[in-house]
């Protein structure tokens, strides 16, 4: 499978990357907005074959 990721793409990227940092500074429940960014993410890994349980930190 190739990956292919123009200059606009990873822009977007580090945007979504950092709304969402800004999402959890700001969130009255810090915890439970990390869960859920951590569960949209999952998903999204997943619907491309990634198996995200090798990456889960113990």
Avoid: P
Wanted: hydrophobic share 35%; net charge negative.
């Amino acid at each position: 499978m190739s990956v292919d990721m123009n200059e606009k793409e990873m822009i977007n990227n580090l945007i979504d990357k950092y709304t969402d940092l800004q999402r959890i500074k700001t969130a009255e429940d810090s915890e439970r907005e990390i869960d859920y960014q951590l569960r949209v993410l999952k998903a999204k890994l997943e619907s491309f074959g990634i198996i995200t349980s090798d990456l889960d930190m113990n």
